[in-house]
């Protein structure tokens, strides 16, 4: 089955600079990549999403890349505030029978004021 | 629209009881699936379904049954509870593709917290 692997676990930078959290994913045949941003006891809410027919997909700030050969999709968040800080999740799903999400470990952001 | 509901928001259970975690959806998904978030990790499929009377494991299935009667609700059941099974639950529900522009796209209940004591 599908295995997600996400990288790095904890992430500290200054407001204002940049954060890139990536991921790498098994099974070639995914084809939906959602980024999921979870605060402190709330539930996982979607960011952004990319499908496998693009490249890159940008909103705002936050922008992810996608790299099908490689198997690996990347998190862009700019201009990081300190309401970015949160543990964002990535995740990988097929248009089977199923869409069944996939998840990463998560990366736990801290953005330092 | 309330979107997913999960009940109850907290529960306490001794080893070996058994429990029926709550979970409603009122946006007519056909999909939806159970998921497991232990502190400080990412979170494991349990079970899913992609439509009432159809359910099929996850990742993480052991433990756990579910039931799918209807489109709206599918239940997480825990016979036997153990230590092991502490953890946040979440519950999500997602279009079939073309039923809305983000055809993929999970929404969560906001989560029961089991702690098995």
């Known amino acids: 089955g599908e295995n997600v692997e996400q990288h790095p676990s904890t992430l500290s930078v200054q407001e204002g600079d940049s954060a890139v959290i990536k991921c790498t994913y098994s099974d070639s045949a995914s084809n939906y990549f959602p980024w999921y941003k979870q605060e402190l006891g709330k539930r996982p809410q979607l960011i952004i999403d990319i499908r496998s027919n693009v490249g890159e997909k940008k909103d705002q700030r936050i922008a992810v890349t996608l790299n099908k050969t490689a198997k690996h999709f990347s998190l862009h968040i700019t201009e990081t505030q300190p309401e970015d800080s949160a543990v964002y999740f990535c995740?990988?799903?097929?248009?089977?029978?199923?869409?069944?999400?996939?998840f990463g470990s998560g990366t736990r952001l801290l953005v330092r004021p | 629209n309330a979107g997913v509901t999960q009940t109850p928001k907290f529960r306490i259970l001794k080893i070996g009881q058994s429990m029926t975690l709550q979970c409603t959806q009122d946006?007519?998904?056909?999909?939806m699936y159970w998921y497991r978030q232990d502190p400080g990790m990412g979170l494991k499929l349990i079970y899913y379904?992609?439509?009432?009377?159809?359910?099929d494991k996850g990742e993480v299935p052991n433990g756990y049954n579910v039931s799918r009667s209807t489109t709206e609700d599918f239940p997480l059941r825990l016979e036997l509870a153990a230590p092991s099974q502490t953890s946040v639950y979440f519950c999500?529900?997602?279009?079939?593709?073309?039923?809305?522009?983000?055809?993929?796209?999970?929404?969560f209940g906001q989560g029961t917290r089991l702690t098995v004591v």
């Open positions: 995740a990988a799903s097929k248009k089977d029978s199923s869409y069944k999400l996939i």
């Open positions: 999500a529900s997602s279009p079939t593709a073309g039923q809305g522009s983000q055809d993929t796209e999970a929404f």
């Open positions: 379904s992609v439509g009432a009377g159809i359910t």
């Open positions: 946006m007519n998904h056909n999909y």
